[in-house]
């Protein structure tokens, strides 16, 4: 067979992963072509963000299983970043990707000394880390303290643009997500899950491929932080640096399935919709609602909805 016909075999499979992926932001961007109300495409916005930092925290997390409750502070870093940069006269793009490069330096500051931690030892200490940062932000004073920061706009207020853009890093963020999952750094990442040491000894480097995937997972966190900044327009520690963001980012992935490539989009959007639409009615009933979803969860189904489906596709087949 020659090596042209190869290569449209290994296409094929690639472009059927990616189909859904192409339809789905398709039929999100032509969502505001409905003319639906600010609101929902604020709503929408949201869950787009936490749909970035879901698949993100799902690459060291889901695929490679370590548990990190320290993402708040790549989220962020990225966002405080971001907003200063942009308020200091940066383009909005160039400040955005400034807050991804901050998270990643950040990613390697962390990860070089809690990658040497097994099990519960490395979750207690990003712990640990996202607390110590959260009071040194809480803080400083160039960045506002306690207080808070706010963005100096210099132009009016685009809706749109802040959608789309959130769209597009989602978007990228799926795409990453399949490519690690298919590749040989996501095999590596996955024999590391199973057993660190066996990987070891089939010729993975597990604390250098834990880094990596780390800083990547951190980048796109820190993205997600400065495209929200970019809408919120006013950050304060407590509200990007705050331990329940660090849960939010966990929980997500669990609600839709670990590992998958899926899942994690799935678990934001059923956290999105169900967080911002009970917190203005009931603000503290969504930490009861999710907590008792998560235990149920855990306890009937593991693999969360992506492998309820996979359980209701196999039986309807049997029955078929």
């Known amino acids: 067979m020659s090596e042209a016909a190869t290569d449209k075999g290994n296409l094929f499979p690639l472009l059927a992963k990616a189909a859904p992926l192409l339809l789905a932001v ?6 505001p072509a409905a003319h639906p109300s600010p609101n929902i495409i604020r709503l929408m916005f949201v869950t787009l963000v936490w749909v970035t930092t879901s698949v993100a925290w799902n690459l060291i997390g889901g695929f490679a299983g370590q548990v990190s409750f320290g993402f708040a502070v790549f989220y962020g870093l990225g966002a405080y ?3 200063i940069t942009y308020s200091t006269g940066v383009d909005r793009f160039d400040s955005i990707l400034l807050g991804a490069c901050a998270a990643m330096l950040a990613s390697l500051l962390v990860g070089l000394p809690t990658f040497r931690l097994k099990g519960p030892y490395f979750a207690i200490a990003t712990i640990g880390v996202s607390e110590a940062v959260r009071v040194i932000m809480t803080n400083l004073g160039f960045t506002g303290g306690a207080s808070g920061y706010r963005i100096m706009e210099r132009g009016p207020f685009n809706q749109l643009l802040h959608y789309y853009i959130a769209l597009a890093l989602a978007a990228t963020a799926i795409a990453l ?5 298919y590749s040989k750094f996501g095999l590596a990442l996955l024999a590391i899950r199973e057993d660190e040491e066996a990987a070891s000894d089939l010729g993975v480097n597990p604390f250098r491929t834990k880094l990596l995937a780390h800083a990547l997972a951190a980048a796109l966190t820190g993205a997600a932080g400065g495209v929200f900044v970019g809408y919120a327009a006013f950050i304060y520690p407590q509200g990007v640096f705050g331990f329940d963001i660090s849960v939010a980012i966990l929980l997500m992935p669990i609600i839709g399935g670990l590992g998958t490539v899926w899942g994690p989009p799935i678990g934001a959007a059923v956290y999105g919709f169900v967080h911002e639409e009970l917190i203005a009615s009931f603000p503290q009933f969504h930490l ?3 907590g008792s979803l998560l235990i149920l969860i855990i306890l009937f189904e593991p693999a969360g909805v992506m492998g309820l489906a996979y359980k209701v596709v196999g039986l309807f087949r049997r029955r078929k």
Do not use: C
Not at 26 to 31: C, E, L, N, R, Y
Not at 177 to 181: A, D, E, F, T
């Open 177 to 181: 997500s399949m490519l690690v999952r």
């Open 26 to 31: 398709i039929a999100v961007a032509f969502i």
């Open 288 to 290: 009861l609602l999710f």
């Open 81 to 83: 970043t971001t907003a």
